[in-house]
T-cell receptor, first 111, second 113 residues
Framework: GEDVEQSLFLSVREGDSSVINCTYT??????LYWYKQEPGAGLQLLTY?????DMKQDQRLTVLLNKKDKHLSLRIADTQTGDSAIYFC???????????FGTGTKLQVIP | DSGVTQTPKHLITATGQRVTLRCSPR?????VYWYQQSLDQGLQFLIQ???????AKGNILERFSAQQFPDLHSELNLSSLELGDSALYFC????????????FGPGTRLTVT
């Protein structure tokens, strides 16, 4: 089945850009997602990209997809302390269209 | 606020017991998904219901079962509870029968003692 991998931790200074990376294994994945989870809360859908796209921009968020390398990244411009959270990458694949989540990357923003 | 509600927020119970978690999807959403989030297993998909019918099954144990009612709310039943079942259980909903755009509830934290 699908396997989605992320690094566990990222620390950046307020105002810098953050780049969170993710790799997946199933080349037939159709949609790839980024979710944000703040402490004690559920997952918030941030953005998603269809597999026939290379890039998607939404205000401070830029998603890049490299299908050849099965690599997805999320860039947050002008990172703020409110961006501190765990970010999950996820992929939909398979006949049943199941979602597989990565382990999550904890983003720490230093003031 | 995603519009998905889950009750209860917290649940503490003993090993061997049975509990029921409840989820109400966003208005207009026909699919409900259940996920388990634990420190060692991460976020795992359990099961999906679409308009009352089971649609997809993930890593759901035989001790666990779910259903979706005519009013589209869903319940996840966990029985013969073990210490390892302690986790956050999330419900999510989507309009259609694929998880293309899912919205998550705040979760139910289950502690088995």
């Amino acid at each position: 089945g699908e396997d989605v991998e992320q690094s566990l931790f990222l620390s950046v200074r307020e105002g810098d850009s953050s780049v969170i990376n993710c790799t997946y294994t199933d080349s037939s994945s159709t949609y790839l997602y980024w979710y944000k989870q703040e402490p004690g809360a559920g997952l918030q859908l941030l953005t998603y990209i269809f597999s026939n796209m290379d890039m998607k921009q939404d205000q401070r968020l830029t998603v890049l997809l490299n299908k050849k390398d099965k690599h997805l990244s999320l860039r947050i411009a002008d990172t703020q302390t409110g961006d501190s959270a765990i970010y999950f990458c996820a992929a939909i694949s398979g006949g049943y269209q199941k979602v597989t989540f990565g382990t999550g990357t904890k983003l720490q923003v230093i003031p | 606020d995603s519009g998905v509600t889950q009750t209860p927020k917290h649940l503490i119970t003993a090993t061997g017991q049975r509990v029921t978690l409840r989820c109400s999807p966003r208005s207009g959403d026909l699919s409900v998904y259940w996920y388990q989030q634990s420190l060692d297993q991460g976020l795992q998909f359990l099961i999906q219901y679409y308009n009352g019918e089971e649609r997809a099954k993930g890593n759901i144990l035989e001790r666990f079962s779910a259903q979706q009612f005519p009013d589209l709310h869903s319940e996840l039943n966990l029985s013969s509870l073990e210490l390892g079942d302690s986790a956050l259980y999330f419900c999510a909903s989507s309009v259609g029968d694929t998880p293309k755009e899912q919205y998550f509830g705040p979760g139910t934290r289950l502690t088995v003692t």
